[in-house]
């Protein structure tokens, strides 16, 4: 079946530092979101990226979509205390398939 | 901005009962909204979309006749985890696509507790 695989599971920066998460998934994908949790919170929809190779960008936020649409990462450039949560992918083929999550720790 | 209430927050229920979960689009009219289940410092799971006035379309190994979805207004959609069971405890949250369709809100969530 249809896996997704996301990397690193836990990321501890010092505020400032940039950080990026990695999906992978298994097969072609037709879209992939990402999400970001805060602790004890509820998701919250950040992007979609659709385009072989897409690039997004939100201020600090960078989305980029593989040419091959089976890898996608979010990178953010110089890490806030704000940016702490759980930043999910989520994989659409025939199904949508959530990545186990990266849990991002800022250091101030 | 817009906003998704869910209700109700934390609910327990016996072994056997159905329990219902409403999601409210409260700003806006959401054709199409979304059911998750998350367990504690899992990720998020997609059970099934449901599209206002026609059948929820449910994920693979989502039982149909287990969580039954109704989505009977453009600003509610609910819920009913029938016959419950212990192991159907989690945490679960919906979520509606916002009127320009490119971004989705999500509600605050609903523990379920089965004892």
């Known amino acids: 079946g249809q896996q997704v695989m996301q990397i690193p599971q836990y990321q501890h920066v010092q505020e400032g530092e940039d950080f990026t998460t990695y999906c992978n998934s298994s097969?072609?994908?037709?879209?992939i979101q990402w999400y970001k949790q805060r602790p004890g919170g509820h998701p919250v929809f950040l992007i979609q990226?659709?385009?072989?190779?897409e690039v997004k960008k939100q201020k600090r936020l960078t989305f980029q979509f593989g040419e091959a649409k089976k890898n996608s990462s979010l990178h953010i450039t110089a890490t806030q205390t704000t940016d702490v949560g759980t930043y999910f992918c989520?994989?659409?083929?025939?199904?949508?398939?959530f990545g186990s999550g990266t849990q991002l720790t800022v250091l101030p | 901005g817009a906003v998704v209430s869910q209700h109700p927050s934390r609910v327990i229920c016996k072994s056997g009962t159905s329990v219902k979960i409403e999601c409210r689009s409260l700003?806006?009219?959401?054709?199409?909204m979304f059911w998750y289940r998350q367990f504690p410092k899992q990720s998020l799971m997609l059970m099934a979309t449901s599209n206002e006035g026609s059948k929820a379309t449910y994920e693979q190994g989502v039982e149909k006749d287990k969580f039954l979805i109704n989505h009977a207004s453009l600003t509610l959609s609910t819920l009913t985890v029938t016959s419950a069971h212990p192991e159907d405890s989690s945490f679960y949250i919906c979520s509606a696509l916002g009127p320009s369709g490119n971004t989705i809100y999500f509600g605050e969530g609903s523990w379920l507790t089965v004892v």
């Open positions: 097969t072609t994908l037709s879209n």
């Open positions: 989520a994989g659409r083929r025939r199904q949508l398939t």
């Open positions: 700003d806006f009219q959401a054709t199409t």
């Open positions: 990226l659709v385009k072989s190779g």
